[in-house]
Nanobody, 127 residues
Framework: QPQLAQTGGGSVQAGGSLTLSCIGS????????MGWFRQAPGKEREWVAV????????YYADSVKGRFTISQDVAKMTFYLVMNSVNPEDSGMYFC????????????????????WGQGTQVTVSS
């Protein structure tokens, strides 16, 4: 059973940077979708960024494109969300998740399609 453990998060001022880490175990290094999601108070969880180890494809939500980067060290089963130029709208609980062996060899961009989740970490951006 794959497991994910998150580190990072915390408080940062607007315009600053923050890196979240997700350390995994027991999931295939090839053909796995690695994703980051976030949930602000009173809002639904939304996807932020996804990376597919099966081909290197990356996907970013419009709200973070150009500011956030998903990176990975597949050998260590670890992936990261590098957050730059953050703003208060980026505040929320951030979750990492994986979907091994996606159907059609393409990563879903929807929460229900990801099967294994980290515990979540809070990010607070102050203005």
């Amino acid at each position: 059973q794959p497991q994910l453990a998150q580190t990072g998060g915390g408080s940062v001022q607007a315009g600053g940077s923050l890196t979240l880490s997700c350390i995994g175990s027991a999931f295939p290094r090839t053909r796995t979708c690695m994703g980051w999601f976030r949930q602000a108070p009173g809002k639904e969880r939304e996807w932020v960024a996804v990376y597919y180890t099966g081909g290197g494809a990356e996907y970013y939500a419009d709200s973070v494109k150009g500011r956030f980067t998903i990176s990975q060290d597949v050998a260590k089963m670890t992936f990261y969300l590098v957050m730059n130029s953050v703003n208060p709208e980026d505040s929320g609980m951030y979750f990492c998740a994986i979907r091994p062996k996606p159907s059609g060899d393409k990563c879903p961009l929807a929460e229900p399609e990801f099967r294994y989740w980290g515990q979540g970490t809070q990010v607070t951006v102050s203005s």
